[in-house]
């Protein structure tokens, strides 16, 4: 070779050193890569003063890593989770929130001011990873304004909150879900209003003034709309599910329009019922009063004093006889008063009444009939209307189907009228039926179409040729050479034709069971590994013996 290579030109001499050389280097490059370590991401989405820190935190822990692009540093596989508790003891990265663990290293001395802003931090950082376990939120910041509570003042300041999410592209919060993030932070504040809380996107939208949120019914509310149009849905399935059997799929149109009451109405009454009477009455209160009196007979009667005191004289007989006022009044009288009062209860009943929400206030529905196939006066086929009788028929469903309720005013209307795209009926050549058919079934004919040449190829291409080598294996000659030797008898030459004829036969008959046996095992295969072909070659040997006379006998 050094020969060789001696007698080439200097050209050659070049032109094969400078091959080697690249040979070598490509060699040496592949092994060079195939020792470079793989790379796994460490941390993606890192703001440029984490990545910063952490990139000087790997350099001095002489860990090698990668820069892409969106801040995702990637260092190898093998030293990742290394990387990662010693960046996590140093605090790395520092964009996560801050939680109540602010508070594990509280220092000796630390103000009260400084007290209360780390535990609003802390509730703050809190309500934020809360808020970011949300699938469609990626970030989120909470800002809280709580105001310091003191006893001299009577009314004292609620406290108010603010968020700002960050969404993931492409995702969007409903108003269910904006409901939710309100109540949680409102929740989570004491004395914090749910009116007092404040949702921003990244874009600057208002989420938390969404219609619905703030229990106005100044506008509209997307469900209650979707909720409305659900029930419509539900009544035009109604009618079309129970009129399709009877006038057909394309012969029936129905719309339904409801009228729905979404105002909440509480009620409070209370009713007084008439006087019972009053042996059924429960006594509330009883009151009896009772006085007796009497007086003597001769009572003291003048102006009291000395005179009045003194004894009386002698007695004298009158002139005339006192009368009975005259005599009662100087024997004296005696009074009787007797009172009683009893107050019974009064039957009174106050209920409290919470109307639903979503009441069915009226329903209307409009149902088109189409004509249905019959014949006319001339026996020709045509669409005609349908009866009176089938008309109230076809009513009554309908008004069963929407539940009709003529109190609630609800109303139906079912006219029969034609189509406009109604084509006329006549009787259709049978060429033009087959391209009907044919347009109307072109799916289900491709489908036959290659399913039936799949079969003829298996026929004409695999099964025929295989059978025809079966054939010519049985009607082959076997060629038998004969080995009579030299100078035996003729009935030794005799013995030894039939024993060669018979060696022969044996062989024949081995070679058919073998060429019997591989066949066998062939379409043992062919119909384990597709049954539906090995039927149809099976149907197709039944129907040529049935053709031919003999069942047995096999073409």
Known sequence: MRQRFDALSSARRLVIMIGLAAIVAAAIGAWLYSKEPTYRILYTNIPDKDGGAIVQSLQQMNVPYKLDAGGTISIPADKIYDARLKLAAQGLPRAGNVGFELLDNQKFGVSQFAEQVNYQRA????????????????????HLAMPKQTVFLRDQQKPTASVVLTLFPGRTLDGGQVAGIIHLVASSIPDLPVKSVTVVDQDGNLLSKMPGLDGSRADLDPRQMLY??????????????????????????????????????????????????????????????????????????????????????????????????????????????????????????I??????????????????LNFKPGKDKDGKSTYVPFSPPEMAQINNLVREAVGFNKDRGDSVNVVNAAFADQTPLEEKPLQQKAVDYVQANWTNIVKLALIALAVIYLLFFVVRPLMRDIAKAREEPKLVE??????????????????????????????????????????????????????????????????????????
Do not use: C
Request: charge should be negative.
């Open 123 to 142: 509730v703050e950082g809190e309500l934020a990873r809360s808020i970011e376990t949300i699938s469609a939120v990626e970030k989120a910041r909470v």
């Open 228 to 349: 409305v149009q659900q029930l419509e849905k539900t009544f035009n399935e109604r009618i079309e599910a129970i009129l399709v059997p009877i006038v057909g799929k394309d012969n029936v149109r129905a719309e339904v329009t409801a009228q729905v009451d979404f105002a909440e109405v509480e009620q409070t009454s209370e009713t007084f019922k008439p006087n019972s009477p009053p042996n059924q009455s429960a006594i509330r209160s009883q009151q009896s009063l009772q006085q007796d009196g009497s007086n003597r007979e001769e009572s003291a009667g003048g102006v009291p004093g000395a005179l009045s005191n003194q004894p009386p004289g002698a007695a004298t007989a009158p002139i005339t006889a006192p009368t009975a006022s005259a005599a009662s009044a100087v024997t004296g009288s005696s009074s009787s008063r007797k009172e009683s009062t009893t107050n019974y209860e009064v039957d009174k009943t």
């Open 351 to 368: 209920q409290h009444v919470k109307q639903p929400i979503g009441t069915v206030k009226r329903i209307s529905a409009a149902v088109v």
């Open 482 to 555: 004969l080995d009579f030797g030299d100078g035996t008898p003729e009935k030794e030459e005799e013995g030894s034709i039939a024993a060669a004829l018979k060696a022969a036969q044996e062989q024949e008959d081995s070679a058919r069971a073998s060429a019997f046996a591989d066949l066998l095992q062939q379409a043992k295969e062919m119909a384990k590994n597709d049954p539906r072909m090995v039927a149809t070659i099976m149907r197709e040997w039944m129907s040529q013996g049935e053709e031919s006379g003999n069942p047995n006998k096999v073409a």
